[in-house]
């Protein structure tokens, strides 16, 4: 059997059990089984494939089958054009999430140098991608999930900037350290009911403490606003990502505890999604 043979019973059986994506996660699937890129399989379709791997790719098929992200069959996942290392601990960076880098890189001069908190980390991914584009800043990440927090240090050692940020496994009710130029979040943000609707791929395999906020999913939120009070220095920058039909409640509760909206990022669907906000006192 060559790679198009397997391609074509890839795409048959993702399809036949509804995965939208069939095409490009066939490819990704038997292109990363045989540790070949996308592009390189794409050009060898007739090539021969082993017993073996095609074997191990129909495993991958039958993971997929059962809507398990593609990102953590393959361990990995893209985000501000760079590779991060991702499993069943840690939520799977998205797009929109990208909006907090952006951001954070239209504040911090390229030659600055500001110690930035994030609160939250998971995978790393948010204050890795800051810190490369901006050597000279330095950070501290935290999560409550031990497990998380070892992807986020395997992130840290790939990108080689495991000596520019410290880890700890701590709430932030409980970290009482240094003042901060900056803290980041992408907290959860999810209500109870809305998780009951979230799709199988999200709610039966992302960590539900990365997601869920209580009743009306601002607790985590409301928290993070007033120990940031304590943690930022005057005119430091609290930035962070929230849930749709939150941009009301999430600036009232911030002008309430002595922080200027500076700014509100909406989404590619236009949604509200990143609030950057400054503390005054």
């Known amino acids: 059997m060559n790679n198009l043979e ?3 019973y890839g795409i048959k059986l993702l399809k036949k059990n509804k995965i939208t994506s069939y095409n490009i996660d066939s490819e990704l699937l038997l292109a ?20 073996k791997k095609y074997y191990d790719y129909k495993k991958l098929l039958q993971r997929r ?24 601990n840690v939520l799977i960076p998205r797009p929109e999430t990208e909006i907090i880098v952006e951001e954070i890189l239209n504040i911090i001069e390229t030659k600055s140098s500001k110690n930035i ?31 998380a927090l070892n ?39 999810i209500n ?5 609707r979230l799709e199988d791929n999200v709610k039966q395999f992302e960590p539900k403490i990365a997601l869920v906020a209580g009743v009306d999913g601002l607790k985590i939120i409301k928290n993070l606003i007033i120990k940031s009070k304590k943690l930022l220095k005057n005119n430091g920058k609290l930035i962070f990502e929230i849930g749709e039909k939150q941009e009301n409640k999430v600036k009232n509760f911030l002008m309430k505890n002595n922080f200027y909206i500076n700014k509100i990022c909406k989404d590619f669907r236009s949604c509200p999604r990143v609030i950057v906000s400054t503390k005054l006192f």
């Open 151 to 189: 992807i986020a240090k395997t992130n840290a050692k790939m990108h080689h900037l495991e000596n520019k940020i410290k880890f700890e496994n701590i709430d932030i009710d409980k970290f009482m350290h240094c003042k901060y130029d900056l803290i980041v979040s992408n907290p959860p943000y």
């Open 6 to 8: 397997a391609l074509d």
């Open 32 to 51: 990363n089984i045989q540790n070949l890129s996308r592009e390189s399989l794409l050009i060898n379709l007739d090539r021969i494939i082993k017993k």
């Open 117 to 147: 908190l994030d609160v939250g980390t998971g995978s790393g991914c948010i204050l890795l991608s800051i810190i490369k584009e901006r050597p000279n800043c330095k950070g501290t990440a935290l999560d409550i999930s031990k497990n």
């Open 65 to 88: 089958i059962k809507k398990e992200p593609i990102a953590y069959i393959l361990k990995k996942k893209e985000f501000w054009n760079s590779k991060f290392s991702v499993n069943k």
């Open 192 to 196: 109870k009911i809305e998780f009951k």
